[in-house]
């Protein structure tokens, strides 16, 4: 599986970004997706992930009610509608894939993952 992320800039707080995931497995419709983030100095973390059908969705606390997870299965895209954005959403945003079911909120649960997409919220 293959990703390329797509859709990061600088934006000011309060705005909205959207991010989109390209995949190219034949399997997509079949595996889990999710996105992280990581600023300069800290770990990886968890921001939402969809399950293969879209009708499941988990969402870090810091974020819901803000971010929307969604899926395309026939056009093998997934994404991440940001909204309100606030200057700690500042990171580089990855998506990821993971083969092995849906509710995944760890890094090491995630088979697959693209190059990353940066966004940056002023204050």
């Known amino acids: 599986v293959q990703l390329q992320a797509s859709g990061g800039g600088l934006v000011q707080a309060g705005d909205g970004l959207r991010l989109s995931c390209a995949a190219s497995?034949?399997?997509?419709?079949?595996?889990?997706m999710g996105w992280f983030r990581q600023a300069p100095g800290t770990e990886r973390e968890f921001v939402a992930t969809?399950?293969?059908?879209?009708?499941?969705?988990i969402y870090a606390d810091s974020v819901k009610g803000r971010f929307t997870i969604s899926r395309d299965n026939a056009k093998k895209m997934v994404y991440l509608q940001m909204t309100s954005l606030k200057p700690e959403d500042t990171a580089v945003y990855y998506c990821?894939?993971?083969?092995?079911?849906?509710?995944?909120?760890?890094?090491?649960?995630?088979?697959?993952w693209g190059q990353g997409t940066q966004v940056t919220v002023s204050s």
């Open positions: 990821a894939a993971a083969t092995s079911g849906g509710g995944r909120t760890r890094t090491y649960e995630y088979d697959y």
């Open positions: 497995a034949r399997t997509f419709s079949s595996v889990a």
């Open positions: 969809i399950n293969w059908s879209g009708y499941s969705t």
